[in-house]
């Protein structure tokens, strides 16, 4: 059987982790984050905190992606810390939730930025977004040469395209006429735990993607540095464009204003340049555009794994002979992804869909370094500092968003639980399929 190439360098990964991370999020759910927070300085706040638990959480996965140096990322660190099930568990809601549905969004989201130059109706937005997400698969299948050009190309596009958006909110800096409200010791809002983990369903959907650079570490030249160094590297980007962004919505439009938008970057460069919403639609395009690329490459190495593993479909860990990827496994993908934009509804009930269970397996992730360092091995890769304060305080934050989530937000997030507790007697089917 052919295996996957070994192609990608600190750079290339670097940009997969950045572009998985910016997609439409920040593009759209600052406004939202205004919406549960409105208070200029708390809901910048909630971002630079969004951020810094990213940034633990990349140092806790650069340790384990050190450990495990192969291809599939958490569903590795899960099987090796709580056996085959957690494992196959986590592949199974990354296929029928997490990154199908993170592609059904991102999809139907530029389909409906493209209704700024075109009339395009429902039946004809998901159309649209069924051919982009088969198109990009295809094109990944062609090695992950092109995949690492690929990235880097739409990774540096939207990057200039935010830097574009962040001058504009400096220029202008200085005609403010409304009102900023930075001081957090003034006009505490109401609740204010709560807005902000209701804030972070916006926050972590925009943050996540960093640890798509783990998926790949089958591939990655060097893995034990590449894959660490790729991911503490793009959220401290992320993190920085992200607040420089906000900032500079909050200086192109009052809050009430920012928090009732529903596309609020166009609606920000447009307060200020005539034509300026068609320019940001553009660039948010290409922002959705490189990710859904991303995407389409990144996740389906967890379900290759998986079939090497023999607790899946046994033709996903096809890898084809001419291109070395596992095609079979990105079609596969492609084509839930197609079920969900069919059946599927609004842009935000999937985000919140996506992003409880995202989260779950991320904490469950965070805590298998726990039961590594148990075992007192013999690694000597990357070592987390300020061990075991870091991922504590990681789970202290995603556990918290988890609980606030399930209970106020039930019905996305009972049906993630039902889908996830649907998996168990699939596990069982695919073990008892191999042992007979």
Known sequence: MSKLKRALTTRGLTMIAIGACIGSGIFVTPASTMQFIPHHGYALLAWIIGGFVAFLGAMTFSELGSRFPEEGGVYVYLRNAYGKLAGFLYGWIILLIVNTGAL??????????????????DHEKAFIAIIVIWGLTIVNIFGVDISQGFASLFTGLKLLAMALIILVGVWFLPDVTHEIHLDLTSEVPPNLLSGMLFAFIGVFWSMGGWHHATYLSGEAIDAQKTVPRAMLIGTIVVTVVYVLIIGAYMVLLPADVMSQSSRVAGDAVASVFSGGGKLVSVAISISIFGTIGIYTMTAPRIYYAMAKDGVFFSFLADVSEK???????MLFQAVWATVLILIWGSFIR?????????????????????????RKDTHTGFILKWFPII???????????VVNTLIDLNAESWVGVAILISGVPAYYYFTRKKTI
């Open 350 to 374: 999937i985000i919140t869909f996506v992003t409880f269970m995202d989260i779950v397996f991320m904490a469950l992730a965070t805590a298998t370094i726990f039961v590594f360092r148990g």
């Open 323 to 329: 291109y070395k990827t596992p095609y079979k496994a």
């Open 104 to 121: 059904a969004a991102l999809g139907l989201a530029l389909a409906d930025y493209l209704k700024f130059f075109l009339p395009v109706s």
């Open 391 to 401: 991922p504590i305080i990681y789970l202290i934050v995603t556990i918290a968003f």
